[in-house]
DNA sequence: TGTTCATTTGCAAATATTGCCAAATACGCA
DNA sequence: TGCGTATTTGGCAATATTTGCAAATGAACA
């Protein structure tokens, strides 16, 4: 059997805990349409501005988003939107009996 | 484009939250090859055999696992596969330049 | 019943996360 | 340069997570 090292497991469990978070989610959520603003996804979130920009910086300190500033604004990027097919087995997890939609 | 409900991405949330410590991920990894006792599992993790309950109560509590109890041991077992098959994904995520490992 | 082995739970300390406010930074423009 | 808008960062309090030790629970068996 395939043993991860150390530093794999700890470098996904990174990468899971980025998606821990609710309010993540539902900016991965907003990102899979398309690449946005700080300014627009804040005014789809109630939450202080800088307690978004914090939110972004976890999920692209692990990768899962990127940025480029463009003028005035910051614009954000899902670089993995693999994460939202991911879904479907999350689904099944939470059903309970959820082994059916799992590969 | 398709929003998401506070309470499913609060759900969602305990699932990747449950995911995000690399020894629950270890513990992943070790069941993804069959089920196992918790003696067992203690025995492949440097931790306090409490802690080990704990991180295995951590993934039974949001439906990751699930437990029998059959004589003097209990067996943990993985009940969503797919979790391991999104490592391609991860790893992708991980490298950085990742687009091309995710779908 | 009492003993032993396997597992879980109560507790407390250390550590990490979250979220707001206020201040700082970055950029475009007059 | 100075001003207004957009975003990030510092500081801090509240809350949650993690961990080991010790005690409790559950099951098998003498």
Redesign the pocket.
């Known amino acids: 059997m395939p043993v991860s090292t150390p530093q794999l497991l700890q470098a996904r469990a990174e990468v899971f805990?980025a998606l821990?978070?609710p309010?993540?989610l539902a900016i991965v959520d907003m990102l899979a349409g398309g690449e946005l603003?700080?300014?627009?996804i804040?005014r789809q979130i109630?939450?202080?501005?800088?307690?978004?920009?914090?939110?972004?910086?976890?999920l692209r300190n692990v990768g899962i988003l990127s940025?480029e500033?463009?003028?005035?604004?910051?614009?954000y990027r899902l670089e993995c939107p693999c994460i939202t097919s991911f879904y479907g087995c999350l689904e099944g997890v939470l059903s309970g009996t959820g082994r059916t939609a799992c590969l």
């Open positions: 805990k821990g978070h309010t993540r603003c700080v300014c627009e804040d109630d939450a202080d501005m800088s307690t978004v920009s914090r939110h972004l910086a976890v940025s500033r463009r003028g005035n604004q910051v614009f």
